[in-house]
């Protein structure tokens, strides 16, 4: 019954250019996205239609709901301009959402041809009234009706549809710069993760590995949450940065007392995580911490462990609840990898008593017992990229990688 579907786009608050960037952008990502499903697009100016072509509506609007920008959907049937066909049309697609229960129901027309002869007030009444002449279990309530059935007329014919279907939301991925990710195998920064590309902000990630302390299980972990969060970027592809921290973790361990551990091998992340962001031209680090989580996520170790970037850092999830974090996993299916039971570097060797107001002074002096900076810049040198994609690997290097075989890919 359905031929197309209509598309409108997100926030098109913008001004001047970037309307048309943001536009611009979409278009692509929906052109990409729908790649290999032989649809027809047909691209208005503040909306998209999507000719289906007998394909399931529902496996478009699945691959729809990756693309970042857009507002909503609308299934649309169409018709002769003939207020009989439209009618009946109409009823058929009714019928079809009600299935004959008693309804409330209005008509709002939309003349976009200004050449038919009758105006928006006149085509609704009477599309109105013809259904009414047959469906005995509908009625009109033009104040808070159940369903409202819209029809379009325009030169190619009436566009029929009922109700909107909630999109992405958003800005398209890429229109906000990049950004780098810190994620671990928990289930906080894929959604922070998630979050940013929704805001437009494309990603790449960084994850410190601990092996052998920690399991090499951990690391699969983050190469699989990558590949799922691959499927809302730009050609499904997202980059990893893997980050052998283990020698700086082990010493971190040996030498700083039990309390400030976590908040010196947070400063020590974030050292890392600025240079591996710079080394790649994003513009922010993002990580899924949230006031309160944790000892080493109250307001007073954030500042003390802040205190050594001068990298912007954006924290979508600062204000969530893990409630709400957790619904957002479970809608983008990160969840269930995140729950997977291996320890990563955070939650290995978990002190008993973390500080939760720490001293700037004392971590400051705990450092210089750590001769840390070499140990840094040889991480950074170790670090490995892979290039990830919804479930295939890209060899970016053209040396074959099989993520199941081992990391081993790109050194910097
Ligand atoms: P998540 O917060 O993702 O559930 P987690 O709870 O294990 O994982 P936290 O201890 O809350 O992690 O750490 C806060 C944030 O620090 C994470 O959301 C992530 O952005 C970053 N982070 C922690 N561990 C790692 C790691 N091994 N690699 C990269 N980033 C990490
Ligand atoms: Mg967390």
Do not use: W
Not at 32 to 51: A, P, Q, T, W
Not at 331 to 348: A, M
């Amino acid at each position: 019954m359905y031929e197309r579907l209509l598309i409108r786009y997100g926030d098109l608050n913008l001004k001047g250019k970037n309307i048309k960037y943001f536009i611009d952008k979409a278009n692509h990502l929906i052109r990409e996205k729908l790649s290999g499903i032989n649809v027809g697009f047909d691209f208005r100016h503040d909306r998209v239609y999507i000719m289906l072509n007998e394909n399931d509506p529902l496996v478009v609007i699945e691959r729809l709901n990756r693309v970042s920008g857009l507002y909503s959907y609308s299934l649309i049937s169409k018709c002769a301009i003939d207020m009989d066909e439209i009618a009946h049309l109409a009823l058929e697609m009714i019928v079809e959402k009600t299935r004959n229960l008693p309804t409330t129901f209005k008509v709002e027309t939309k003349r976009a041809d200004k050449n038919y002869p009758l105006t928006s007030q006149e085509i609704s009444p009477i599309v109105a009234g013809k259904i009414l002449s047959v469906a005995k279990n509908l009625t009109v309530d033009v104040h808070h009706p159940e369903l409202t059935l819209n029809v379009e007329v325009r030169n190619d014919g009436a566009y029929l549809f009922m109700g909107q279907i909630k999109a992405m939301g958003g800005y398209p991925v890429g229109i906000g710069g990049k950004g780098m990710l810190m994620l671990s195998g928990g289930i906080d920064s894929p959604v922070a993760g998630y979050l940013a590309m929704k805001q437009g902000v494309e990603i790449e990630c960084l994850h410190f590995e601990s092996t052998p302390m920690t399991s090499i299980e951990s690391v699969q972990k983050a190469i699989d949450l990558v590949e799922v969060l691959a499927k809302y970027a730009p050609h499904d592809k997202i980059k990893i940065h893997i980050v052998p921290f283990a020698t700086l973790h082990s010493a971190i361990i040996a030498n700083i007392p039990e309390p400030y551990i976590i908040t010196i091998m947070r400063r020590m992340m974030y050292r890392i995580a600025e240079v591996i962001m710079r080394k790649n031209d994003c513009l922010c680090i993002i990580n899924g911490e949230s006031i309160g989580q944790v000892a080493s996520q109250t307001l007073e170790s954030m500042k003390c462990i802040n205190l050594v970037t001068q990298a912007l850092i954006i924290r979508p999830l600062a204000i969530f609840d893990k409630l709400t974090t957790m619904k957002i996993a479970q809608e983008i299916g990160t969840i269930e990898i995140s729950n997977r039971p291996f320890e990563d570097c955070c939650t290995v060797y978990l002190p008993k008593n973390p500080v939760i107001r720490p001293s700037v002074e004392l971590a400051e002096y705990y450092e210089t017992l750590l001769d840390y900076k070499p140990k840094i810049d040889e991480s950074v040198v170790n670090t490995k990229t892979l290039l990830l994609r919804t479930s295939k690997h890209f060899d970016i290097t053209g040396m074959g990688i099989s993520v199941g075989e081992g990391l081993s890919n790109e050194n910097h």
